[in-house]
């Protein structure tokens, strides 16, 4: 059975400051995905993240995926308050499986000025 | 224009009742989910349908039972509704890649569904 495992589950930084969130997964797949949710709100998607090695960048934020350590990173660059939300890792269980997607615990994220 | 839709945003009901939530996309998407968030905002999949056949039935109370009328629409009903279903649901839709699974999820704007 697939678990996908996110740490911290909290993280408060100031504003500047650089940062990574880890998602680890348990078994072999090949699509990651990133996704944003402020609260109160609907889930919106940052990354899809396909093949070992892929990296990709939107603003202040890259993800990456090593699918041989079954890990992929949500790296945080000079963090701005508007950054504040849980971030959520979601693996998809296996190719083919039709969506299948496995979501970790969330981070949630506070930036202080 | 708004791609995941969803009805009713609140819904507040006794024990007991059954209720539905409504799901519509205009994504054009053949692939739709319900997922269930709850208090700990631990997202998990219920059900997922591919052109209105269930594909995804996670361990899920027989109460709660998905209909697909058309490929853009999934409802879920709820029968004799329990406290443990306080949550927020979420619908959300994709389009399938031939073998290689579902692209993008686009999530709903959820549903908070009060169990009093």
């Known amino acids: 059975e697939l678990k996908v495992e996110q740490n911290p589950l909290f993280l408060s930084m100031q504003e500047g400051k650089n940062y990574t969130i880890y998602c680890n997964y348990s078994?072999?797949?090949?699509?990651l995905y990133w996704y944003r949710q402020d609260p109160g709100k609907s889930l919106e998607s940052l990354f899809v993240?396909?093949?070992?090695?892929a990296v990709k960048q939107e603003g202040r934020l890259m993800a990456s995926l090593d699918t041989k350590a079954r890990l992929s990173t949500l790296h945080i660059t000079a963090a701005v308050h508007d950054l504040s939300a849980t971030y959520f890792c979601?693996?998809?269980?296996?190719?083919?499986?039709?969506?299948?997607?496995?979501f970790g615990k969330g981070t949630k994220l506070s930036v202080k000025p | 224009d708004t791609a995941v839709s969803q009805t009713p945003k609140y819904l507040v009901t006794q024990m007991g009742n059954d209720k539905s939530i409504k799901c519509e996309q205009n994504?054009?998407?053949?692939?739709m989910y319900w997922y269930k968030q709850d208090s700990k905002k631990f997202l998990k999949i219920m059900f997922s349908?591919?052109?209105?056949?269930?594909?995804i039935n996670e361990t899920v109370p027989n109460r709660f039972s998905p209909k697909s009328p058309d490929k853009a629409h999934l409802n879920l009903h709820i029968n004799s509704l329990e406290l443990g279903d306080s949550a927020v649901y979420f619908c959300?839709?994709?389009?399938?890649?031939?073998?290689?699974?579902?692209?993008?999820?686009?999530f709903g704007p959820g549903t908070r569904l009060t169990v009093l």
């Open positions: 959300a839709s994709s389009r399938s890649i031939s073998g290689m699974g579902t692209d993008t999820q686009y």
């Open positions: 078994t072999t797949s090949d699509r």
């Open positions: 993240l396909l093949s070992n090695g």
């Open positions: 979601a693996v998809e269980t296996n190719r083919g499986s039709q969506g299948n997607l496995i």
């Open positions: 994504l054009g998407h053949d692939t």
């Open positions: 349908y591919n052109n209105k056949e269930l594909i």
